[in-house]
């Protein structure tokens, strides 16, 4: 694990280090004033030495804090926007290198020859190209974490129950507690879910980053999400298990365990254990079905069978699991046919571009299949939240927080 660390540490410097290199010649070519070069020399001592200072000394037995999602704001802030910076400056250092040997073959008087300089309107280019990603990620931590959008699907489901035709449920994911910063942002997406007036309310995991006591100062907060009809129901996620973390004792993980599910008893949510409930109207039934958490590559603690125990194929169930690489190993084609899924879990990476009906994109799509918004496979639906709070990276940039509304009818299934 040292040695692991250790290695990506010296690549890491080893960017940074190049980055600089091409960056700091842009800075000299289109300022001349010396002062602006020792100014943003101090600078990048100062965000590398704030962001390598918390790396260093990152304490496992805390996890993630305020100060280390500042440190990595920063860095990223600092650092992405320069990444652009070095092709162009790359591109211009190729042509000067051949104008260089060119000149080289053609001297005849064994004069010395040397590399023409960089030209300044190509730093210029070099910097217009680095302030997009620059702006978009300092609006990210600025405004763009807060920015919850509503989101609304209408689906379609032969087999609903009539009495469950034009039912709504609103979905959240991905609280992450421990990174809020800011209460009255909050307390505006509280009202959002309030305002929607759905039947019903699910939430699919990760109420904390590590900690229990992270959601102590939200409580209240959330606690006044208004009741639902239907009742308020929640599963786990990968980061309620304490398994990234450094733990004095086994028992000392297992306290924070049980605090953790406590807490959605604070707030007034149903947490469902490999378990599912049944929901009445009139003669008719619907299934909420909840697994603790399930990923291809995180922790495997959900069980599907045990969850579904006395369900069959033709009973109409909602499956709550926190990542949904669980729908395409397990759920899509099993002969239970759960017709619909609510997952999140891959937060849209918090970064990457949507524009409705013309472009999807982000990072996160080269790992998981399905990673934001809605799937679908012979008429069974995944629906992936993009999620309500943010970790690691202190903001979103295209990929906004979400709250999730659905309404079911019944009718012929629509791809």
Do not use: C
Not at 224 to 249: A, C, M, Q, T
Not at 308 to 328: C, R, V
Not at 338 to 348: E, F, R
């Amino acid at each position: 694990m040292k040695t692991r660390f250790l290695i990506v540490l010296t690549i890491l410097l080893a960017v940074v280090a190049l980055v600089e290199v091409y960056t700091f010649q842009v800075v000299k070519t289109v300022f001349k004033p010396r002062w602006v070069h020792w100014s943003y020399v101090l600078l990048s001592v100062l965000v590398y030495g704030i962001f390598f200072y918390n790396l260093l000394t990152f304490d496992r037995k805390v996890g993630q804090t305020q100060a280390t999602l500042m440190a990595t704001g920063l860095f990223l802030l600092f650092t992405v926007p320069k990444l652009l910076i070095v092709p162009v400056l790359f591109f211009e250092d190729v042509i000067r290198v051949f104008i260089w040997i060119k000149d080289l073959i053609g001297n005849s008087d064994s004069s010395p020859v040397t590399f023409t300089e960089r030209r300044k309107f190509v730093s210029q280019i070099a910097l217009g190209i680095a302030a997009v990603p620059f702006l978009s990620l300092f609006y990210g931590m600025t405004k763009g974490k807060y920015n919850f959008k509503v989101r609304k699907e209408t689906l379609y489901f032969p087999d609903l129950p009539n009495e469950f035709d034009g039912f709504t449920l609103t979905q959240i994911s991905d609280i992450h507690s421990g990174s809020f910063d800011d209460a009255e942002k909050i307390q505006h997406a509280i009202d959002l879910i309030n305002v929607q007036e759905s039947d019903l309310l699910l939430f699919t995991g990760d109420i904390v980053n590590n900690h229990a006591d992270e959601m102590e100062p939200w409580i209240a907060m959330f606690k006044s999400i208004r009741p639902h009809s239907f009742g308020k129901f929640s599963v786990l996620g990968n980061h309620d298990y304490g398994e990234y973390l450094d733990w004095d004792s086994p028992k000392e993980k297992e306290q924070n365990f049980q605090n953790i599910k406590d807490l959605h008893q604070k707030i007034d949510f149903k947490l469902l254990l490999n378990e599912h409930v049944k929901l009445q109207k009139d003669a008719a039934s619907l299934a909420i079905v909840g697994v603790e958490n399930w990923g291809v590559k995180f922790k495997k603690a959900g069980d599907l069978a045990k969850a579904g125990a006395g369900l069959t194929a033709e009973d109409f169930k909602i499956l709550m699991s926190h990542d949904p690489s669980h729908w395409d190993v397990e759920v899509k084609n099993h002969p239970d046919h759960y017709q619909l899924t609510l997952s999140g879990h891959t937060h849209g990476f918090q970064f990457g571009i949507e524009i409705p009906g013309w472009l999807k994109w982000s990072p996160v799509k080269y790992v998981y299949n399905q990673w934001a918004g809605l799937y679908e496979n012979a008429s069974r639906y995944i629906y992936v939240n993009r999620g309500f709070g943010f970790h690691a990276y202190p903001g979103r940039v295209g990929i906004m927080p979400e709250i999730t509304v659905i309404e079911l009818k019944k009718g012929k299934s629509v791809a």
